[in-house]
């Protein structure tokens, strides 16, 4: 028949009862039943996403029945007859005033052209960023799974009732992992995957052990979502990625912010100078310190290493597709390069150098030490902006401080062990407590 007039989903109001839109569901909800005293019920919600904007779209009870298996993620829907209220915000991570409620008569039809509404949209963040995302704040992420986890069963609180759990672990190219979990029929329902590319949107981000990700009802997981980030990471997890190390939220490394960090341990660095830290003992010793990078050193800042795994010894060229490892006393096409980072880094008291390996260095330029070298040779700019961009970062550094003896000069090394991005509300707590502490 002849295509109904179609209304942008931004232009929905109360006030306009006579619509259709042409949507693609981007979430669908499981069929959650409740009971309570004034009855029992059923209810699933889907998102509808236009060129315009995205609505959440709830069924009851009927609807429920009329609609649930209508409706496949992914796919584009005529939607006319249903009413449209006020929307109730804690139920959802829309920003829509308005959400649409389906009533008895409403009418839902595949449309024949899938591509006639937008793919959904997504807005990534990096797994070494997710320091800076505030506790339950929800983001986009993209990773390789890395690991599936088991399907277990935990008791919830509040309900009493058992709901299946599992959780994921997923990497991505700024060197991080993270903690997903999947919760209740999507735990159930994956699939275990041999470092499959997934897209996460809406997860919710926690606090446990630094960073998790917790996927609720209106997340969704897409495989090898059809984006240029997804074939980018494909890419890069084939080539290098593989063989990469992770830097793990869950681990006391990089669990980010001042929790971790044991208050004393913190040194202001005119401390750290002043005190001989490292000076004294035979053994190395630890100090932790809030600074920001004032300072690179583009020179030097990989070696070519030998890509056997655990030499790392440097590789010496003897002709353009030749490189040795005297150690494996073997001959390579290409070396892995590997950073060893030296940066100054300032509080508001001084300046000290600390030097750090590949992790390090993954994680303050949040690119593989192979991907600078190529922009070295090939777009010396595009290096230095990388460069650049890493200034000015403020973290929480934690150092191994130790003496260095050298032509009878004794010099104290600071070498870096972990960089956690500075979580704001909880060093603003721990400044808060120190600044109580003062006024006695
Ligand atoms: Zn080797």
């Known amino acids: 028949g002849a295509e109904?007039?179609?209304?942008?989903?931004?232009?929905?109001?109360?006030?306009?009862?006579?619509w259709t839109i042409k949507a693609r569901v981007t979430v669908k909800?499981?069929?959650?039943?409740?009971?309570?005293?004034?009855?029992?019920?059923?209810?699933?919600?889907?998102?509808?996403?236009?060129?315009t904007g995205?609505?959440?779209?709830?069924?009851?009870?009927?609807?429920?029945?009329?609609l649930y298996d209508v409706f496949e993620v992914g796919k584009v829907y005529y939607v006319s007859k249903a009413r449209v209220n006020i929307a109730k915000k804690q139920f959802s991570n829309l920003s829509n005033e308005y959400e649409i409620a389906f009533e008895r008569d409403t009418i839902v039809e595949l449309c024949e052209d899938q591509d006639?509404?937008?793919?959904?949209?997504?807005?990534?963040?990096?797994?070494?960023?997710?320091?800076?995302?505030?506790?339950?704040?929800?983001?986009?992420?993209?990773?390789?799974?890395?690991?599936?986890?088991?399907?277990?069963?935990?008791?919830?609180?509040?309900?009493?009732?058992?709901?299946?759990?599992r959780e994921l672990t997923i990497v991505d190219r700024s060197g991080y992992s993270v903690r997903v979990t999947l919760w209740g029929r999507s735990a159930e329902t994956w699939k275990d995957t041999d470092n499959g590319v997934f897209a996460f949107k809406g997860a919710k981000v926690g606090d446990f052990g630094g960073r998790t990700l917790s996927m609720g009802g209106q997340s969704t997981i897409a495989e090898d979502p059809d984006?240029?980030?997804?074939?980018?990471?494909?890419?890069?997890?084939?080539?290098?990625?593989?063989?990469?190390?992770?830097?793990?939220?869950?681990?006391?490394?990089?669990?980010?912010?001042?929790?971790?960090?044991?208050?004393?341990?913190?040194k202001t660095l005119d401390e750290v100078i002043n005190s001989g830290i490292g000076m004294t003992s035979e053994k190395p010793e630890y100090f932790a310190t809030r600074a920001t990078i004032t300072f690179i050193k583009a020179d030097n800042l990989s070696y070519p290493a030998c890509p056997t795994e655990k030499c790392n010894k440097k590789m010496t060229m003897e002709d353009e597709s030749q490189w040795r490892c005297e150690k494996c006393n073997k001959t390579y096409e290409k070396p892995e390069y590997r950073y060893i980072v030296s940066i100054a880094v300032n509080d508001f008291t001084n300046q000290v150098w600390l030097s750090g390996?590949?992790?390090?260095?993954?994680?303050?330029?949040?690119?593989?030490?192979?991907?600078?070298?190529?922009?070295?040779?090939?777009?010396?700019?595009?290096?230095?902006s990388v460069i650049n961009?890493?200034?000015?970062?403020?973290?929480?550094?934690?150092?191994?401080?130790k003496a260095d003896s050298f032509n009878d000069q004794v010099k104290v090394r600071y070498q870096l062990q972990k960089a956690a991005p500075v979580n704001w509300v909880e060093d603003a707590k721990v400044l808060a407590e120190q600044i109580q502490a003062m006024s006695v």
């Not at 232009?11 to 006579?18: A, V």
């Not at 069929?31 to 029992?40: E, I, K, L, Y």
């Not at 390996?357 to 190529?374: D, H, P, S, V, W």
């Open 227 to 266: 984006v240029e980030a997804a074939h980018a990471l494909r890419g890069w997890f084939d080539t290098e990625g593989h063989s990469s190390e992770f830097t793990s939220y869950n681990s006391s490394m990089a669990t980010s912010g001042a929790a971790t960090f044991k208050k004393d341990e913190f």
């Open 357 to 384: 390996f590949n992790e390090m260095g993954l994680q303050l330029l949040k690119r593989t030490a192979n991907e600078m070298q190529q922009l070295k040779d090939e777009n010396e700019e595009e290096f230095q």
């Open 116 to 165: 006639a509404a937008p793919q959904v949209k997504y807005n990534f963040v990096e797994l070494a960023s997710l320091g800076d995302c505030p506790k339950d704040s929800t983001v986009d992420v993209l990773g390789i799974v890395k690991d599936n986890g088991d399907l277990s069963e935990i008791t919830a609180k509040a309900t009493n009732k058992q709901i299946k759990k």
């Open 4 to 18: 109904p007039v179609i209304y942008p989903i931004e232009s929905l109001s109360p006030y306009q009862n006579k």
């Open 29 to 51: 909800s499981d069929v959650r039943h409740w009971s309570n005293q004034r009855g029992d019920g059923k209810l699933f919600s889907v998102n509808l996403l236009d060129e």
């Open 389 to 401: 961009k890493a200034l000015g970062t403020m973290y929480n550094f934690s150092v191994k401080a």
């Open 54 to 66: 995205e609505i959440k779209a709830t069924g009851f009870n009927e609807a429920v029945d009329n």
